[in-house]
């Protein structure tokens, strides 16, 4: 596995369990703000229940046990039971029987305690008005409050992986992109590279007359010169450091002259006197065209016109599903690419830096063809 996948996955990983502990975090808060809420509610109720039973305890037993089962009915309907005793008589009872919230204990207690099987919160309160005792006990059942939270919760953990996978992909082919010119910038330098090391050991041969040692520099000069600017432009086009490409007026023909004195078999028929672009980068996309075409074929054709640049070879064919995939703009691995996509992301993307499009063609009969289309026009 590549480094940069590597460090990709542990950042992944550490931003992933960041968004998770975070959201975690947020529903707990949240969830123990809803709880303080709703004891504080229930804790209302209960005392609204209490001063009822106190301003009722004088009344006689029949009008207190209307009242207080009416106030009953009421709070069973919201889900809520009570049990209310005064001097310890029932006067209303709606919790079942066999299920008691007496924790053997005076004065007020607050919890959360299963009654009729379900999680409630349970308030009792002892209370005396006067000479009279006064007991009630307040059940509120937590189901749709559980299942708030627990919704809430889904939705967290939905809301984290949507966003982590978003932010997943983002960061993935942000990490791509930045380490792609690091492949691209070791196909580029191979070439200059190779030069330099020639012309060196050419020099150290010895006897050399004073002109062939003088060719020799010249020859190293001017490959560090191009590796310079491969390195630079590559490192602008992969948004590795800041720059920008420097459009110019570029002789065509002169360009193309390069190519065909630096490759014995190509020929070149150009109609186009000039043409605006980065003429180092559009140099290094018709020389990796033409690289490719030289290896897959004994003769390469350049022809140039207002329409675009193609460069045909007669090798054998390419791959159907490779051609498509090529056209598609997809990036292959280098075993799948073989002579004919050498370096060809690097060509995809020059051409996108200046508005051109790459377009393949391949067939027995007519041979390859790479179309560098510079204008709209078919």
């Excluded at 060719?215 to 800041?242: C, P, W, Y």
């Excluded at 490779?322 to 075993?335: I, V, W, Y």
Aim: proline share 1%.
């Amino acid at each position: 596995m590549q480094l940069w996948k590597k460090n990709f996955l542990v950042i992944y990983g550490v931003f992933l369990v960041v968004v998770c502990a975070g959201l975690l975090l947020l529903d707990a808060y949240i969830s123990l703000n809803e709880m303080k809420q709703w004891v504080d509610q229930a804790r209302n109720n209960e005392r609204s229940i209490y001063y009822l039973a106190a301003g009722l305890k004088d009344e006689e037993i029949s009008r207190m046990n209307m009242n207080l089962n009416d106030a009953g009915r009421r709070y069973e309907e919201a889900g809520i039971l009570i049990r209310v005793c005064v001097n310890g008589y029932t006067a209303a009872d709606y919790i079942q029987e066999g299920q008691t919230t007496d924790t053997g204990a005076e004065g007020s207690q607050i919890g959360i305690r299963r009654v009729r099987g379900e999680r409630c919160l349970v308030i009792r309160e002892i209370g005396r008005e006067g000479e009279d005792e006064i007991t009630v006990e307040y059940v509120h059942q937590l189901k749709s409050l559980f299942q708030i939270q627990m919704r809430r919760m889904w939705i967290f953990c939905g809301a984290g992986l949507v966003f982590a996978g978003i932010m997943g992909l983002f960061l993935y082919y942000t990490m791509r992109r930045i380490n792609r010119p690091v492949n691209q910038i070791a196909h580029e330098l191979r070439t200059p590279l190779t030069g330099i090391r020639g012309y060196a050991e050419y020099l150290m041969m010895g006897k050399l007359t004073e002109e062939e040692r003088f060719f020799a520099a010249r020859q190293i000069v001017d490959s560090a010169k191009h590796l310079e600017n491969i390195t630079e432009k590559l490192l602008i086009m992969g948004n590795v450091r800041e720059g920008a490409i420097q459009i110019e007026r570029i002789d065509v023909r002169k360009m193309l002259l390069e190519l065909e004195e630096k490759y014995p078999n190509v020929e070149v028929d150009c109609r186009l006197e000039f043409m605006n672009g980065d003429r180092t980068l559009l140099l290094c996309l018709l020389d990796n065209l033409t690289v490719n075409a030289s290896r897959a074929g004994s003769l390469v054709r350049i022809t140039a016109d207002e329409k675009g640049i193609r460069i045909w070879n007669n090798g054998e064919p390419m791959d159907e599903e490779l051609l498509r995939d090529f056209n598609k703009g997809q990036e292959l691995p280098a075993s799948r690419m073989g002579t004919h996509g050498y370096g060809i992301q690097v060509c995809r993307e020059i051409a996108k830096v200046h508005g051109f499009k790459l377009r393949f063609r391949s067939s027995e009969e007519e041979g390859t063809e790479v179309f560098c289309q510079i204008s709209n026009e078919k």
